[in-house]
């Protein structure tokens, strides 16, 4: 028993398993949407680049700029009053000292300044330990019971020596003596330090993590020294982020009582001008120095301010150390002067970058001199002004919606050229805001912002016109030439899609007698026929502006001023029809060659043109799933009816009277006046016989003359002499008009000779206009 075939199985609902990837796909092209849509991706550019800002991520690329206008504004004055001398390599090598000079000699250093009478000495070093320098001699027993006396035992030496600050270790009957030199080298300096009067000594805030806790420590000058000192002042101060120093602390707060220490530049500034100390000072606000609102200074947070620097590294006046204890220099160096003593030796590494520091000048600046610059800051009045990252935002957002008001503009050049004008114009006006004002404006932000809101809805926009550009190439390179699609393409702009309403020239043409030349044909190579004819005609339209509506079949349907404007639409539509009528004799000569070949019957191709000119609806037509660029209105039908005509007059090339007005050039005569069925109005037709050359000569002229007597006879009802000049007509048809092979004008005016006979027989009336009614459409 055969098996009963089964059935195949319903196909099953998807499940949601299923319907998972479809769902994850739909999400991703909805995210895709949004995020590529412009509106988005311009507010999330302009916003992002703000929120960067205001994070600081464009930090780095601030302080890059800043030290850039720093090095195109170059130098500046400075005070002359600020001496720096110098524990230099010049000082190591004629002393033979190593650091740390002994302060004795220190302090001859120190007297040296003093004695010039200077108005205060800063010395950016620190003193936190009491001198290890020691001295020792090695003496026999017997020189020391010499000095003794011989009244003392050795104990008893050792113990008296040990009150004076000497201790004693004896070995086999000598003695090694070794004096606290340290304690007598503080006490010389002490004293140098308070007969100067006005010296200003290191201390330091630090915080102490190794044992877990911060323990903070406010750690200063042993107490001698402290004590001999004019005053003490605190040494701290933080290079920014990419290691360079731009500002230095007016005062240090004390998180541990809550107290602000005055820098030692500060100090020093507040020494020279013999201000007294401000007593009252916040982390954040002004501290007056002197009087006037230029002795102002806008603290930064945490008590920091801006410096302005003069230059690079020895913009000020060094001078060796080495030098003033032996009176290289007079006092009178010194006098009323501002005289720092510091490190400049690389090799005590107190170095530092600052804004100067650049690929040409590569040469580090010493921390005294940083503080020198800071000190002349304060003095000038003069401080670098900045403004929080917020400040910065604020602009990068201004500076972006401008940028983006900036992609309006449709033509890219001038967007460009008006961006570059935004970018230099900001980049000038805050190089102008720094050298005129000391002022600071956040710069890579803005600059950012700008680019990133011009060129991502730029290159979005672009990207959206290039994909319309494809969308046009494959929407019109089926009906334009290449050059045409490429002009739409370039333009959009002179394309406009849609039901637009417009004066446009419409063309139908058909391959007469095609029933009997399909006969010859099996169905391949019947296709293979209609390619060879269609495609030079279709090169032809395209070459003269023309657009391709549509094939059907043997025929074409073409129009003009559309897409493209246009303006002598019905001057190339009438070109093109003579340039078709022309092909046809280099085309004929092929297919009867291929015929010939082929051992195949050859039939003349000839092909009829109708031509019209009106207003048209042009646009993408259909449905909602399938359309077409195509024509449609009254004027559309009546170049199909105008063609159809054609076969009736037995005349090649038709058009209507508004394409024949507006072509006036080409040579042509008047058809007929026609009321055709289902109309009133009467339609004037003509046939299109050449070149406007063609027009000019006098065989044309004649023949042209006698048409139109011969019209006014016929139309007047004037039959005998309009018979007479039918056959006038007939004898002057010259060469080369655009006709039928071997009918010519014939029929067109046997037509007239047989509605003569007609009218004698059946006249037309007294009211009649010359018009005939067609039974037909």
């Not at 509106?39 to 994070?55: E, G, H, K, R």
């Not at 009829?608 to 048209?616: K, S, V």
Request: aromatic share 8%; net charge negative.
């Amino acid at each position: 028993m055969a098996k009963k075939k089964k059935s195949p199985p319903p196909a099953a609902e998807a499940s949601s398993e299923d319907n998972l990837p479809k769902k994850k796909a739909g999400r991703f092209s909805k995210l895709r949407a949004i995020l590529l849509n412009r509106s988005f991706l311009i507010v999330t550019v302009t916003l992002l680049v703000p929120v960067l800002a205001a994070l600081g991520v464009f930090q780095s690329l601030e302080y890059s700029v800043s030290n850039q206008y720093f090095q195109l504004r170059g130098p500046i004055a400075h005070s002359e009053d600020i001496i720096i001398v110098a524990i230099d390599d010049e000082s190591f090598q004629q002393t033979g000292l190593q650091w740390p000079w002994p302060r004795d000699y220190i302090a001859k250093i120190v007297a040296g300044i003093s004695a010039g009478k200077p108005k205060a000495i800063s010395i950016d070093a620190f003193f936190f330990e009491p001198s290890n320098d020691k001295a020792s001699i090695e003496v026999s027993g017997a020189d020391v019971q010499k000095i003794s006396g011989g009244t003392m035992t050795s104990e008893q030496l050792i113990a008296a020596l040990s009150t004076i600050g000497m201790s004693v270790e004896s070995e086999g009957g000598n003695f090694k003596l070794t004096v606290d030199a340290g304690q007598a080298q503080d006490k010389v300096f002490a004293g140098a330090l308070a007969e100067a009067g006005n010296v200003i000594l290191n201390s330091e805030i630090n915080v102490d993590n190794s044992g877990g806790a911060s323990i903070e420590r406010y750690i200063q000058p042993i107490d001698i020294l402290k004590d001999a000192a004019y005053l003490t002042a605190a040494a701290n101060f933080t290079a920014d982020a990419d290691g360079f120093v731009r500002r230095f602390p007016m005062f240090v707060v004390s998180k541990r009582d809550k107290q602000a220490h005055y820098t030692w530049p500060a100090m020093t500034a507040f020494t020279y001008m013999g201000q007294a100390l401000p007593t009252q000072m916040r982390a954040t606000g002004n501290v007056t120095i002197g009087t006037g609102p230029d002795k102002t200074v806008a603290t930064l947070r945490s008590g920091f301010f801006n410096i302005n620097f003069r230059g690079p590294a020895k913009t000020y006046r060094y001078i060796p150390a080495y030098q003033i204890p032996i009176g290289d220099h007079p006092p009178e160096t010194f006098t009323d002067k501002i005289v720092l003593i510091g490190a400049t030796s690389p090799s005590l590494q107190d170095i530092w970058p600052t804004p100067y520091l650049s690929r040409t000048n590569s040469t580090q600046t010493p921390g005294v001199e940083v503080g020198a610059h800071a000190i002349d800051t304060i003095l000038h009045g003069d401080y670098i002004i900045t403004y929080p990252v917020n400040m910065g935002a604020l602009i990068a957002l201004i500076v972006g919606l401008l940028a983006v008001a900036l992609t309006r503009i449709e033509k890219l050049a001038i967007g460009l050229a008006l961006l570059a004008v935004l970018i230099v114009g900001y980049l000038a006006g805050s190089y102008f805001l720094f050298t005129q004002f000391n002022t600071v404006v956040a710069v890579a932000g803005p600059l950012v912002a700008m680019v990133l809101s011009y060129a991502v809805p730029t290159v979005e926009r672009a990207a959206a016109e290039a994909k319309k550009r494809q969308e046009i190439k494959g929407a019109f390179s089926a009906y334009l030439s290449p050059a045409m699609v490429e002009i739409v393409a370039k333009d959009p702009s002179k394309l406009q899609l849609g039901g637009e309403e417009r004066e446009m020239t419409i063309l139908f043409s058909d391959i007469r007698g095609f029933s009997g030349i399909s006969e010859l044909f099996d169905a391949h190579g019947l296709v293979g026929y209609i390619n060879k004819f269609l495609t030079p005609m279709t090169n032809v339209i395209q070459d003269h502006k023309g657009t391709i509506d549509k094939y059907v079949g043997d025929c074409i349907m073409a129009f003009w001023n559309a897409p493209l404007d246009d303006v002598e639409h019905a001057t190339n539509a009438c070109a093109c029809a003579v340039a078709l009528n022309r092909l046809l004799a280099p085309l004929n000569v092929t297919f009867k060659a291929a015929a010939d070949a082929a051992g195949r019957k050859h039939l003349q191709l000839r092909a009829g043109i109708g031509m019209n000119t009106g207003p048209t609806v042009v646009g993408n037509m259909g449905s909602d799933t399938r359309f077409n660029y195509t024509v449609m209105g009254d004027s559309v039908n009546v170049a199909s009816r105008l063609e159809s005509s054609s076969k009736q007059y037995g005349i090649v090339l038709v058009v209507g009277e508004t394409t024949r007005a507006l072509a006036p050039q080409f040579a042509a005569l008047e058809i007929d006046k026609v009321v055709v069925k289902g109309k009133t109005e009467a339609l004037h037709s003509f046939t299109l016989l050449g070149e406007p050359d063609i027009a000019l000569t006098p065989e044309f002229k004649k023949l042209e003359e006698a048409h139109i007597e011969m019209l006014r006879l016929f139309r007047s009802q004037d039959w005998e002499g309009a018979n007479a000049k039918i056959t006038e007509c007939r004898g002057l048809e010259p060469e080369g008009l655009c006709v039928e092979p071997g009918v010519g004008l014939g029929k067109l005016y046997d037509m007239y000779a047989d509605r003569i006979v007609h009218y004698i027989e059946e006249p037309p009336g007294a009211d009649w206009d010359g018009s005939y009614h067609a039974k037909e459409k």
